[in-house]
């Protein structure tokens, strides 16, 4: 769609054309929707019909035959494996019970930028900081934790590296997705071959990792978790042993699912705080009102607990404001119709795909004042969560396919932006001012930004609190 991200283009496209409009995307039909008021005609009054997922190469291949949570077809299997999610692995308990593994990386990635060049933090000194790599590192260490606990280092990076380049491949449809008729051009044109190298990687990793965890029970009976408890491998491989499922599971399965995790574990959360950390940088009077807040709530205490962080109303509202200005899956994951239903007088075929523009629904101003600007205090008297029951506000999305990991997600950015905020300053380097940082996004299914945020760190020391 040329050189603007996708989501911006089709906005404008909105201007001119309307909320709801068609496309032809190859042989695709296409209903792409960009208001408030139409987005919840198809996420909440006809969401049965839009709960189907567009079947993808890449997906189909890599998540094995789209059998995780987030791409697989609407009906009994996905209905039990979403439960098996909000119940098992991603419950509010699961959550709490990952809390020492989030202060443990938190500690750390505070520990490494204070190391950051040869001490030089430390010593009072501003260093330069790719916070883009350290905020990686850091939900990818907490992730892999959470999901595999102790597997050994090469495992991880090489399941790190592989993620990487999945979401590289996968940015971009296949001539297999566009043009399904067109036969004569897949064994020329289609990336089938690459997308079967990415399984096969995945594959070998994770029947090591399943086989370490299947052994590691058999000998000891604990999981192989933070201290023997159950990490996320353990607890798939005891739903799938329970013999409780209406839908027998299979190893293939429990990996598309854990592919779902560390997707949506690793990438979102650090994209989040990265564009936190960029608005702030580029608003020095809300990076000054959270600070504030921040180190008063602390001051005084030896060592933070995520009850201390959950207190912090001002940073929840700048989170809440940068994923209006940058939802990190901005058209949602595809939905496909799957029966004829009728939306604002026009009829929508069977297996239409829709795509709905939640950047744009965020930055409408018909309900945003000033949307263009970053103004956290906005959401103090707005009602506007995260379970998407305001349409006004969808980051997440809505209805039956919201985003499972949302608290997951939101409780290993609040700690870690909470404790960068403590601990350091922050500017931009080389004298650049703060309205001159590049805001530009990656093109891509998820919204990164285009280049790493390189900052100078201060170390603001407080000897009474252990990090």
Known sequence: MGNLPSHQILRNLAH????????????IPTLVVSSSRVAEKILKTHDLAFADRVEFLGNKITMYDCSDI???????????????????LLSAKNVRSFEHIRNDEASQLISSLKAAGGGAAASGGAVSVDLTEELRKYSN????????GRVNEEDRDAFLKLLADMASSEATLDVVDLFPSLKILHPILSRRNEFMKIRNIYDRIMDRIIDQHCKNFARTKQGMGESG??????????????GDLQVQISNDNIKAVLMDVF?????????????????????????????????????????????DVQELKYLKLVIKETLRLHPIVPLLVPRKCREKCEIDGYEIPINTMVMVNVWAIGRDP????????????????????????????LPFGAGRRVCPGISFGLANVELALALLL?????????GLNCDELDMSESVRITVMRKTNLQLLATLRDDPSLDI
């Open 263 to 307: 997707i949506g574990a690793t990438e979102n959360p650090s994209a989040i705080m990265e564009w936190a950390m960029s608005e702030m940088i580029r608003h020095p009077n809300v990076m000054a009102k959270a600070q504030s807040e921040i180190r008063n709530a602390f001051r005084g205490k030896e060592k933070v607990r995520e009850a």
């Open 16 to 27: 001119k054309y309307g909320p709801l409009m068609h496309l032809q995307i190859g042989e």
């Open 422 to 430: 403590y601990h350091f300053d922050w500017k931009l380097p080389n």
């Open 70 to 88: 987030a791409m697989c077809q609407y009906g009994e299997y996905w209905r039990q494996m979403r439960k098996i999610c909000m119940i098992e």
């Open 141 to 148: 260490n907490m992730v892999s934790r959470a999901a595999f």
């Open 366 to 393: 018909e309900y945003w004042k000033d949307p263009e600007s970053f103004k956290p205090e906005r959401f103090e008297n707005i009602s506007a969560e995260f379970s998407g029951t305001n349409f006004h506000y």
């Open 229 to 242: 408890q159950e990490d996320l491998v353990d607890v798939l491989l005891r739903v799938k042993g329970s």
